[in-house]
């Protein structure tokens, strides 16, 4: 038995002639591999990977993202009129310009804010006017690190004069105080034009155009008593046309609060510029805005500014629009 298994053992690890030939190739084939893979190398190099390019995008990449957050930072403090005279340099870029009526490019042009630009036009709206350059200081928008770093750029030009250039008020004579007294007509305050408040409620023609204009900001009157948000509607002249006004709401132009865009909502005067990031950012979120509780809930807005609102506001949930 166990010379059978010897034999069986030494014919499995004998080879034959061509077996032995064919182990013999198979090792030079082999050996010939070996050396190729050997020597390519020597021959065909590859060129090394420049990542000076990438590198230098990547840090272009932090760098912007870093000068945004900064951007951001210091708009922030300019917002909440906490910035310092350091940033504040870096940040503005005056140039010498009268504040009356200049165009809001150019006050983001000098470093302002869209939330300051937006404060400063709505005083202007309102009939508000820069007699001397302290007038910009009073906006509440307007810090006083950057009033003081403005004001040597300040030219008030044209029809607005300094308080030491005003002529002397002269005291309207009694008959002339009268004229609030003398025969009106019953005026319909969202559509009457400016000649029909000076002919029918014996206005001055700038007061009523500054009634036209800030209705025209607002979508209409919702009440008589918003003309008294109107700049230089005095307390004895309301009280003198109050009898005659007539209010006819269903001409207030509403916003479609679900569909509007962030300028269109933006522009109105009861409405500031956070107030408005965050009914956009939360309408995005969900189905838009049913009632007024959920304005009330993403916004944080107190009873009596939303009492204020809602008569320009339109609700319609978002998922509404898809059906159409």
Known sequence: MNLKFKHQLKSFFTFTKSEQRGVAVLLVLIFIVLIINISLPLFFREPETDFSRFNAEVEKFIAETKKAEDSIRIENLQNSGDIDEELARKKLKPFPFDPNKLPEEKWLEMGLTRKQVKSILKYEAKGGRFYKKEDLKKLWAISDVEYNI??????????????????????????????????KIKTEINSADSAMFVKQLGLSPWLAARIVKYRKLLGGFYTKSQLKEVYGMKKDIYNAIEPWLTVDSSKVVRIDINRAGFKEIIRHPYIDYQTTKKLVKGRNRGEGYKTLAD???????????????????????LKNYRDE
């Open 150 to 183: 403005l004001a040597p750029y300040i030219k008030i030009t044209g029809d607005f004069v300094t308080e030491t250039e005003k002529p002397k008020r002269i005291r309207p004579s009694v008959k002339t105080r009268l004229s609030y007294t003398s025969k």
């Open 295 to 317: 304005i009330k809930r993403v916004t944080g807005l107190p009873d009596s500014i939303i009492n204020r609102i809602k008569h320009y506001l339109y609700l319609r949930p």
